[in-house]
Nanobody, 118 residues
Framework: EVQLQASGGGFVQAGGSLRLSCAVS????????IGWFRQAPGKEREGVSCISSSDDSPYYADSVKGRFTISSDHAKNTVYLQMNSLKPEDTAVYYC???????????WGQGTLVTVSS
């Protein structure tokens, strides 16, 4: 059974930090790009960051560059998103996603809520 277990959300003041975790199971970790999306109230879901599980090359949306860092632990099949210098506009439900390199398979985890107060 494929599972993406997201955790680490919470409430933080502007300028603070949080670390999100996405623990995956049920598929070959290195065969997927793992990423984070977010959806703020009244807005469409947007891509935040992703990482290639094969070579750990990262991608960041312009809005989070220099503040967020994505990393992966292959031994734990877990991807992390370190979020620093958080802003109120980062408030959203954050979702973990896995996209296969070899098929159209894509999986989503449950969301984790991040709330940043001004």
């Amino acid at each position: 059974e494929v599972q993406l277990q997201a955790s680490g959300g919470g409430f933080v003041q502007a300028g603070g930090s949080l670390r999100l975790s996405c623990a995956v199971s049920g598929f070959t970790f290195d065969d997927y790009a793992i990423g984070w999306f977010r959806q703020a109230p009244g807005k469409e879901r947007e891509g935040v960051s992703c990482i290639s599980s094969s070579d750990d090359s990262p991608y960041y949306a312009d809005s989070v560059k220099g503040r967020f860092t994505i990393s992966s632990d292959h031994a734990k099949n877990t991807v992390y998103l370190q979020m620093n210098s958080l802003k109120p506009e980062d408030t959203a439900v954050y979702y973990c996603n896995a996209d296969s390199y070899f098929s159209r398979a894509t999986y989503w985890g449950q969301g984790t809520l991040v709330t940043v107060s001004s």
